[in-house]
């Protein structure tokens, strides 16, 4: 599986980006997708999860109420939609897929089978 992540740009504070990420096999079977973001001189960390049956979510504290992740099925697809943005939300973000079972709650870990290449996202103040 190849993922492929797009909509990275700059913004400004209080400002909005939407990420997308894609799939590249119609035989997708992922169990969730999550995004994932390093900051430079920071270690990788979680912003949100998304089951791909039911579509339950799961956010960290960071973003929660700023960000909103869904996914299409159909076009084998997640998006993160970031309003409010903040010079701290500077950082590459990643895409990844969980094709086995894990609790929602532990995609934080960032224990994903396939990766995506990132897109930056610039929020100056």
């Known amino acids: 599986v190849q993922l492929q992540a797009s909509g990275g740009g700059l913004a400004q504070t209080g400002g909005s980006l939407s990420l997308s990420c894609t799939a590249s096999?119609?035989?997708?079977?992922?169990?969730?997708m999550g995004w994932f973001r390093q900051a430079p001189g920071k270690e990788r960390e979680f912003v949100a999860a998304v089951m791909w049956s039911g579509g339950s979510t799961y956010y960290a504290d960071s973003v929660k109420g700023r960000f909103t992740i869904s996914r299409d099925n159909a076009k084998f697809a997640v998006y993160l939609q970031m309003n409010a943005l903040k010079p701290e939300d500077t950082a590459v973000y990643y895409c990844?897929?969980?094709?086995?079972?894990?609790?929602?709650?532990?995609?934080?870990?960032?224990?994903?089978?396939?990766w995506g290449k990132g897109t930056q996202v610039t929020v100056s103040s």
């Open positions: 096999t119609r035989t997708f079977s992922g169990y969730g």
């Open positions: 990844a897929v969980r094709s086995s079972y894990l609790p929602l709650t532990s995609f934080s870990r960032g224990i994903m089978d396939y």
